[in-house]
């Protein structure tokens, strides 16, 4: 009766604050039922996308849809991965080297093989063209967070380990009360970045073609894509400003809370000055709805761990009578093993017959100047990535120094650089090209700038984050000493940017990776296509022409020359990083 009492009371001390609250709940419910609507659609042999710009704002809505759904994975495989990753030296030795490919095979790789089987699975609705779209748009997100947080998690120093040791703090507590408050700052300055990631490849999920087959989904990518098609320059405009308008809007109502209240979790003595605010958590602060929704789940919280610490210890009364009279079998164990086994040997020969399979097609579908092609194109593209990272890197290392060590400069800057990450650079490839064209650029050599739009940030949103993490107390302690300015970024800025730069730079060269198949190979508005030597290039046009001895033959190129050049370079890099200039040391 208390609760029914206290349903009925409650509305009579609601604020402003509450009543925005229940309007953002309502509005959320029925966001969920129209993208429900949209994916339990009978599926349509084609799919009309309309340029008249009153369908922007729902096109938006299952574009951002797809985004969120997509981040929401990235971020449960970040941090299992990751996790795994970070306590397992075995698992290490062949997760990271399967991390390498995986961020560096581009989006159109992965296309045909989640089309064909997620489009089987679901042939009578959207289902099944939604998830590939959302997995696509994974791929572009995930690397780059993950990276990130597996090198939290090896930076967190090692007396606060044996601290949670010494309390004897269980793994899953370990994880939530030490790791990943340890790792929430990079992992959300990485967050915005692998967000701004996903869009960058949107016009090429939400409309792309195997062989004779057209698959769109309505959304902004789509549309851009055929403003584009069409030469449509004012749909091409309304599309950039509905980006801008989705981006901003994410940025109030996500990123920025999560920046600011990821501050709190600085490992330091020496508190910020500067208070920022976030009208968002102003809401939540204020909200009285909020707070009693909260006081339940802590009270539900508090009741659930009782009751789990009472089991616990029964548990254990249990076994050590068991243990005792010897009625402790190794049945459990030997099912366990037996489970594992059998998994194991399902996925060894889902990739053997893989393999197989693969390397039919090869032996049946390429010529040896096919293969010359291959080599010529993915050195080509070595070419320009190297270039990419080596420019992205001259100026986001000062830059973003700058900003992450001034938290007045970042509080500012931080909306427009988001926007700029953000925002697609697809989308002004073809204002680019011009510019390109009116100096006499050819494509060969202006790939590398499109490549550089696309790849600078991730660089940039790494050093950040880097900067922001170094303790102010020891920025204090150099001021302190006066140390001259080279002297301090050759004693201090650098060192402890280093591991964020080793970590910038990876997921930056995997991105110019990923970003050859649009640089490479663009088409501008009037159908002309601009081609360039490379292997983004070539897997792109295997893609359209749905040439799959091709697409294997140069994606298989393209990861055997990533893991190399990971092995023996980058990998030695984040070695040096994580013995030499990790903070924990």
């Known amino acids: 009766m208390s609760f029914v009492r206290s349903v009925i009371e409650f509305p009579k001390k609601m604020r402003i604050a509450d009543f925005i609250v229940v309007a953002a709940l309502g509005g959320l419910i029925y966001w969920l039922a129209v993208i429900a609507r949209q ?26 849809t797809r985004g969120l759904v997509a981040y929401l994975i990235s971020l449960a495989f970040t941090i299992a991965y990751g996790y795994i990753m970070a306590h397992s030296q075995r698992a290490e030795r062949v997760m990271m080297p399967l991390l390498d490919v995986l961020q560096s095979i581009p989006v159109l790789s992965f296309l045909p093989g989640f089309s064909i089987a997620l489009i089987a699975i679901f042939p009578n ?94 959304g902004i990518g789509s549309y851009m894509s055929v403003a584009i098609d069409k030469g449509n320059t ?14 901003i809007v994410l ?39 909020v707070k009693w929704i909260a006081e339940k789940l802590a009270l539900r919280r508090e009741k659930e761990i009782e009751r789990g610490d009472a089991k616990a210890k029964l548990d254990e009364k249990k076994l050590s009578a068991q243990r005792l009279l010897g009625l402790v079998g190794a049945k459990e164990p030997v099912f366990k093993k037996i489970f594992g086994w059998l998994i194991a040997l399902a996925v060894a020969a889902g990739i053997v017959y893989a393999i197989i399979d693969a390397a039919f097609l090869l032996s049946r579908g390429l010529t040896l100047g096919d293969w010359s092609t291959i080599g010529i ?7 320009r990535t190297t270039v990419a990272v080596a420019i992205a890197a001259l100026w986001t290392i000062p830059v973003g120094a700058v900003i992450g060590m001034n938290a007045n400069l970042s509080r500012k800057l931080q909306p ?62 150099s001021s302190s000493y006066g140390l001259p300015r080279n002297l301090k970024w050759r004693k201090l800025i650098l060192p402890a940017l280093f591991p964020s730069i080793v970590t910038g730079a990876i997921t930056a060269a995997g991105g110019a990776w990923n970003a050859s198949i649009i640089a490479e190979n663009y088409v501008v508005p009037g159908k002309e296509r601009l081609t360039a030597t490379g292997i ?7 893609s359209e022409k749905e040439n799959f001895p091709m697409l294997i033959a140069s994606t298989l190129a393209l990861c055997l020359v990533v893991i190399a050049i990971n092995k023996f370079f980058w990998r030695r890099l984040f070695a040096i990083a994580q013995d030499r200039y990790a903070l924990n040391k």
């Open 234 to 247: 004012p749909a091409m405009l309304a599309a950039v400003i509905a980006m801008g308008v989705m981006i």
């Open 251 to 289: 940025n109030t109502l996500l990123w920025k809370p999560l920046v600011i209240w990821s501050k709190k979790f600085r490992m330091e003595e020496t508190a910020d000055e500067i208070v920022e605010h976030s009208f968002v958590l102003n809401i939540l602060e204020d909200s009285k709805l």
């Open 125 to 218: 609705n959207n289902i099944g063209l939604e998830l590939v779209c959302v997995l696509a748009i994974f791929t572009g997100q995930v690397w780059n967070m993950t990276y990130a947080f597996y090198r939290a998690l090896k930076g967190i120093p090692t007396d606060m380990r044996d601290a949670a040791e010494s309390f004897y703090l269980g793994k899953k507590e370990i994880l939530t009360k030490l790791e990943l408050p340890a790792s929430a700052i990079p992992l959300v300055w990485n967050s915005m970045m692998s967000m701004a990631g996903g869009w960058f490849f949107l016009t090429v999920c939400e409309a792309f073609t195997l062989g004779s087959r057209d698959f769109r989904l309505p």
């Open 39 to 64: 994916w339990g659609a009978h599926v349509q042999p084609t799919v009309e996308i309309h340029t008249e710009f009153r369908y922007l704002p729902l096109y938006t809505l299952f574009s951002m």
């Open 416 to 477: 427009l650089i988001q926007f700029m990450a953000s925002f697609p650079a697809p989308m002004i490839f073809p204002l680019v090209l011009i510019v390109l064209a009116r100096f006499g650029v050819s494509i060969e050599i202006g790939a590398v700038l499109l490549m550089l739009l696309g790849t600078q940030w991730y660089m940039l949103f790494n050093v950040i984050a880097g900067a922001s993490s170094i303790p102010t107390d020891l920025q204090e302690l």
């Open 536 to 542: 983004g290039a070539i897997i792109s046009i295997a």
């Open 377 to 383: 194109g993915t050195f080509a593209t070595f070419l």
